[in-house]
């Protein structure tokens, strides 16, 4: 059974940091790209960060300097660093995880950012 557990999620102010994790268990074919996607109330859902099975990232214009995605391989595990939070980036954060069968959905995870 495929599982893609997220965690890191909270309240923090404006301005403060929180890190993201998402660890997937059960995918039998190799994982490709891995993304963290969130979706604000009211709002699609928005790419925030992504990178590649050799480490290539990218990122939305809005979190370049503030967001950097990473992964652990081994553990099959994403990343995302979230400094200089601001009010906007309240939202629920959800990673995505591609193998060349299809693409799996974390569950979300919470993040409010406070003024």
């Known amino acids: 059974q495929v599982q893609l557990v997220e965690s890191g999620g909270g309240l923090v102010q404006a301005g403060g940091s929180l890190r993201l994790s998402c660890a997937a268990s059960?995918?039998?074919?190799?994982?490709?790209?891995m993304d963290w996607y969130r979706q604000a109330p009211g709002k699609q859902r928005e790419l925030v960060a992504h990178?590649?099975?050799?480490?290539?990232?990218n990122y939305a214009d809005s979190m370049k300097g503030r967001f950097t995605i990473s992964r652990d391989n081994a553990e099959n595990t994403v990343y995302l660093q979230m400094n200089s939070l601001k009010p906007e980036d309240t939202a629920v954060y959800y990673c995505s995880v591609h193998t060349v069968q299809r693409t799996y959905w974390g569950q979300g995870t919470q993040v409010t950012v406070s003024s």
């Open positions: 059960g995918i039998i074919f190799s994982i490709n790209a």
């Open positions: 990178i590649t099975s050799g480490g290539s990232t």
